[in-house]
């Protein structure tokens, strides 16, 4: 049973920075996709970030480039979203998801595309 749990979010001035963690377990993760999503008040869940386990390849939304990383750490089977110079439209409920990753036609930057979710973590950026 794959088991995802988000960490690390909270308040944050507008600029300022936030770490989230996402500690997986159940599975062997070398061979999945790790994603973050977010989802803000009456919107639809957005992407943020993927990356994929095996090789740690990131892929990122437009609107995030250059200001979060998301990387992972094999041996805490942790993966992290740092995010830097925090607007208040990313306050949202930030989603860690997985799903074993399929070289092909998808993209992994839909939610659909992911059969594993953690419950979430809440990012609030005051301005």
């Known amino acids: 049973q794959v088991q995802l749990v988000e960490s690390g979010g909270g308040l944050v001035q507008t600029g300022g920075s936030l770490r989230l963690s996402c500690l997986a377990s159940g599975r062997t993760f070398s061979s999945y996709i790790m994603g973050w999503f977010r989802q803000a008040p009456g919107k639809e869940r957005e992407f943020v970030a993927n990356?994929?386990?095996?090789?740690?390849?990131?892929n990122y939304a437009e609107s995030v480039k250059d200001r979060f990383t998301i990387s992972r750490d094999n041996a805490k089977n942790t993966v992290y979203l740092q995010m830097n110079s925090l607007k208040p439209d990313e306050t949202a409920v930030y989603y860690c998801?997985?799903?074993?990753?399929?070289?092909?036609?998808?993209?992994?930057?839909?939610?659909?595309?992911?059969?594993?979710w953690g419950q979430g973590t809440q990012v609030t950026v005051s301005s």
């Open positions: 990356i994929r386990w095996s090789t740690g390849l990131p």
């Open positions: 998801a997985a799903d074993r990753f399929l070289a092909g036609t998808r993209s992994y930057m839909n939610p659909r595309e992911y059969d594993y």
